[in-house]
């Protein structure tokens, strides 16, 4: 009974969070757990046991690590709850739970970025299983960040100069920080998305050297951030200006029916989407991924901004073939217009009719 209140105890503040999972010649599994800020690196390997359930879960992962996302996730869960059962009663003083509150420190960038991290293997004796922790000598993985060469004249700001204010929504690591006391927004470049992090750039800095830079509502690019610890301060990340919101576009008419959300307010949402992919597309630029939630509600001054440069499509929004090109955009517009009510259709008949109006 103990047992099971102090596992309920730090159930009660816990955050549980795999954040990536290495797979080494078919057999070896790297789960990179984060708990409660602390990161966990747990190797998994088959058992000697012909009974043990962990080998043919790791057999299952090789075989669907190409095919079938949905079947890989199952057997990633399966393996991560063997792990959380057997080791939970481990994990939790190394990282006791955390009450947020006014009280709660903040926390540096380069903090967050460099967790306090410990190193567990997993061993399966058939029904039982246990967690052993492991000394390493060295760091078994780099960095969860890559440095990228960018040679513009933009201010540079250390990572532990910068403060996380909240982590946001989004692949990869995306956080609302502060930087001398102003609000901005953080893209790291993660493994996984680094050409996503360099689209996203790219982007915002040919709107920024553009005609029309005072025209689009996008966010800024304000600067990059730096990694002191490595060779000559290398660039891992980029800052941008924050769009302050309470929600998406998206989020706005799923959670307020679109009959209360009055007309005008849509049809000007409606508009301002469409003159911005139409100013966007007249200086070169795909949006990209467009969707409603990827556009924020700016909770000042109630206008449209365009956001997430990275890239992608997503299903239902873009089709895959049209995948970051202007014909993705403009269906993207299209079946936005028509989520804001299917009257307003007929506004996305041409973004070319925009682009003449304005002159582009």
């Not at 795999?18 to 080494?24: K, P, S």
């Not at 490595?230 to 891992?236: H, P, R, T, V, Y």
Request: aromatic letters at 8%.
């Amino acid at each position: 009974m103990a047992v099971a209140e102090d596992r309920s105890r730090w159930e009660k503040n816990l955050s549980f969070c795999t954040q990536r999972v290495d797979m080494e010649d078919g057999h070896r599994l790297d789960f990179t757990i984060i708990i409660n800020g602390k990161r966990f690196i747990i190797t998994v390997l088959p058992a000697p046991c012909p009974a043990d359930p962990i080998t043919p879960l790791i057999s299952r992962y090789d075989k669907l690590f190409l095919d079938n996302d949905e079947e890989l996730q199952k057997a990633q869960d399966e393996i991560e709850d063997i792990i959380y059962d057997a080791g939970w009663c481990k994990f939790a003083p190394l990282a006791p739970g955390i009450e947020r509150g006014p009280s709660t420190p903040p926390m540096s960038l380069y903090s967050a970025l460099n967790p306090e991290t410990f190193y567990f293997r997993l061993v399966v004796d058939g029904a039982n299983a246990d967690v052993i922790q492991e000394y390493p000598s060295r760091p078994l993985f780099g960095p969860d960040y890559v440095a990228i060469n960018i040679t513009v004249n933009l201010p540079r700001y250390s990572v532990r100069d910068i403060t996380v204010i909240e982590k946001l929504m989004g692949t990869g690591y995306i956080a609302k920080v502060s930087v001398n006391g102003q609000d901005m927004c953080c893209k790291v470049l993660v493994p996984n998305q680094v050409k996503a992090v360099q689209r996203e750039y790219a982007c915002l800095k040919k709107i920024a050297d553009s005609q029309h830079a005072d025209s689009i509502s996008a966010p800024r690019l304000i600067g990059f951030v730096v990694d002191d610890d490595a060779d000559e301060g290398a660039c891992i990340g980029i800052l941008e200006e924050y769009i302050p919101h309470v929600m998406t576009l998206g989020r706005c008419l799923k959670n307020i029916n679109t009959e209360i959300v009055a007309a005008e307010r849509r049809r000007k949402w409606a508009e301002q989407v469409r003159r911005n992919i139409a100013l966007l597309h007249g200086i070169g630029v795909v949006w990209g991924d467009g969707k409603p939630e990827n556009v924020l509600i700016h909770s000042e001054t109630d206008d449209c901004y365009l956001v997430d440069f990275g890239g992608s499509w997503t299903d239902g929004w873009v089709d895959a073939e049209l995948r970051e090109t202007e014909a993705g955009d403009e269906q993207a517009l299209t079946r936005i217009l028509d989520f804001l009510g299917g009257y307003l259709v007929w506004l996305a008949n041409s973004v070319q009719s925009t682009k003449v109006k304005l002159g582009l």
